[in-house]
């Protein structure tokens, strides 16, 4: 974690919440998603920071916040965001969810929409039903007894000498931030308490055939709330497909598919998330002089709007 800015931490309902609480600007809450944390958001905390009051939580059963038994579904998560919201006197805000983040905080515009100013979903569950082989393993029976297998530096040395060989074979392998962070991530389920806390957030959404949960029927719903949509042409765990899904129900939407990003990015292509998320957030404050209000498609080629059928 940076030196720049230390973890708050509140009682909710006698669990102990760990966030970021960084800036002195319009307030910005970052979601992120499973086995994630504050991290997540790699240098987009420090950044937005300059300009916002930015808010990023580890959700319980992540990171450094505790990890109870009990319920880790969409609604439950949404609830802890709201009374974080709550603790820190925050009426309304503009969302940005991160994987099972955007669930998340698509599940805020429906339980608490007054909340709810701006919706950002980056890498988003809950839009279409296909998802890595590797969460849909997780929901088996015995997956908990595998995972820690999984999860140890062995398997780790074995994989990474796998993947480098199918380089040479000129199959396209390309390790960088968004594979970093998930063995990061992924490393964390060796902990007994945060492997029973993912488990029980994977099976919240997803099931053996795919993701069980879906938004569809409320996108009605987004076309009160500006709602931008970013994506990594090279996800390999929710595919850049699923944006279509929303762009053709709420043609309000605004999507932008970073062609050479994987699951993350806001890692992968960190200067070009920040401008892209700076000039959304900045829409709601036009009195910030200051800020670049670029066209979108000017902000960089590897930022590619999806285009309209």
């Not at 609480?21 to 504050?38: A, E, M, Q």
């Not at 998802?131 to 297998?149: F, I, Q, R, W, Y």
Request: glycine content about 8%.
């Amino acid at each position: 974690m940076s030196a720049s800015y230390e973890l708050q931490s509140v009682e909710l309902h006698k669990d102990v919440l760990r966030y970021v609480d960084i800036g002195d600007g319009p307030p910005v809450i970052l979601v992120h998603g499973l086995l994630g944390s504050h991290k997540s958001w790699g240098p987009q905390i420090e950044r937005l920071s300059d300009r916002y009051r930015v808010i990023a939580p580890d959700l319980f059963g992540h990171g450094d916040s505790d990890k109870p038994s009990g319920d880790y579904s969409l609604s439950s998560h949404a609830a802890t965001i709201r009374d974080l919201m709550e603790y820190l006197n925050i009426d309304s805000a503009p969302l940005v969810g991160h994987s099972l983040g955007g669930g998340i905080v698509m599940q805020m515009t429906y339980l608490f929409p007054e909340r709810v100013d701006r919706l950002v979903l980056v890498s988003s569950g809950g839009l279409g039903p296909e998802v890595s082989l590797l969460l849909k393993a997780a929901t088996l029976p015995g997956s908990e007894l595998v995972l820690p297998m999984l999860a140890s530096d062995w398997f780790r040395r074995n994989t990474e000498g796998v993947l480098a060989r199918l380089g040479k074979w000129g199959v396209p392998v390309e390790p960088g931030p968004s594979m970093a962070e998930t063995w990061r991530s992924f490393r964390s389920v060796a902990d007994r308490s945060t492997r029973e806390a993912f488990l029980a957030s994977t099976r919240a959404v997803v099931g053996p055939r795919g993701q069980t949960v879906s938004a569809k029927q409320h996108f009605e719903k987004f076309e009160s709330i500006p709602s931008l949509l970013i994506w990594g042409g090279k996800d390999r765990m929710i595919p850049a497909k699923h944006a279509d899904n929303i762009r053709r129900e709420v043609p309000n939407s605004r999507v932008e598919i970073f062609p050479d990003a994987g699951h993350f990015p806001q890692l992968d292509e960190p200067d070009f998330f920040f401008r892209l998320l700076d000039e959304f957030l900045a829409a709601n404050h036009t009195d910030s002089s200051d800020a670049d209000h670029s066209a979108p498609t000017e902000i960089t080629p590897a930022a590619m709007p999806l285009q309209r059928p």
